[in-house]
């Protein structure tokens, strides 16, 4: 069966800065493609889209090209990448048109957990998100929950965008906390322009104790909420690593699926992103 990790990362400090990693020691050091797509190709994946690591702005175009001369390779699992940008620039029209125009881009995020909730109300950003509109280029969102309102507002504003929500939300998976994320989440599914990622919820569990159990609550809820039509699923490696193995979030997944139809688990593991990224 085909498997799209729709969510890897690589860091590579020789090539480019991630002002982040100051604060992210157990991060702070190479993620090569390499490392991952041995893991990977043991694990059964067989296709992998680069998910922006926030480099420093300058950056941006930097990176995609030395994720683009990665994917040169024949035996390459990478399919393209999602590119970083800056919706609240005067800048973003013209670097819009400058990567639509590059197939290897295939799609954009702007990372909004980090930053304040302002951000993504001002008119400019606004504008500018809804420019994606007919480019066939989805916006991931990565929100924590109770900033899932801005991404309904977002969603509801650009009803033309295709919008992924990252990481189910970023729930407080250790603190077991489900309220108020599940109410939240129900809202925002009710979006048909919006789809779910299954992504990153290791990430957030007890890097101790974690169990399937832990996750279960919060991915069967995604499920549920979006339907299989409107899922996909991310490895968000290396951050995945802080807590879980490549090959443990796989196998915690695989669990997850247990007692899913074949068309169910094929159209989460594959057919959704090929749809939604045009693979």
Same mark, same amino acid.
């Given at each position: 069966m085909p498997f799209i990790d729709t969510h890897l990362h690589i860091i590579d400090l020789e090539a480019l800065r991630y002002p982040w990693l100051d604060d992210s020691p157990a991060l702070r050091r190479n993620f090569t493609y390499e490392a991952y797509a041995r893991e990977a190709q043991r694990c059964g994946i067989s296709d992998a889209i680069h998910m922006e690591v926030d480099v420093e702005p300058g950056a941006i175009e930097a990176e995609t090209a030395n994720v683009e001369k990665m994917a040169r390779d024949k035996a390459t699992l990478l399919r393209g990448a999602i590119s970083s940008c800056r919706p609240e620039s005067h800048d973003f029209e013209d670097f819009l048109a400058r990567q639509s125009a590059n197939p290897f881009i295939k799609g954009f995020r702007r990372i909004l957990h980090t930053q304040p909730d302002a951000l993504s109300e001002s008119p400019l950003f606004r504008t500018n998100i809804a420019r994606l509109g007919g480019t066939n280029l989805p916006f991931d969102l990565c929100v924590l929950p109770h900033q899932i309102d801005r991404a309904i507002a977002l969603a509801d504003l650009a009803p033309d965008v295709q919008f992924v929500l990252d990481h189910c939300?970023? %729930? &407080?998976?250790?603190?077991? &906390?489900?309220? %108020?994320?599940?109410?939240?989440?129900t809202e925002l599914a009710k979006r048909p322009n919006v789809a779910a990622k299954i992504s990153g919820v290791v990430a957030y569990a007890d890097g101790e104790t974690w169990s399937v159990a832990d996750l279960r609550p919060y991915v069967e809820h995604t499920i549920a909420r979006f339907g299989w039509n409107r899922v996909v699923w991310g490895s968000d490696w290396p951050v995945c690593t802080v807590n879980a193995s490549l090959p443990s979030w796989v196998a915690a997944t695989h669990a997850l699926l247990e007692g899913c139809s074949p068309d169910e688990k094929d159209a989460l593991l594959h057919k959704n992103a090929r749809r939604i990224w045009r693979l």
């Open positions: 939300g970023v %729930p &407080a998976v250790k603190d077991r &906390a489900e309220h %108020p994320w599940r109410e939240k989440i």
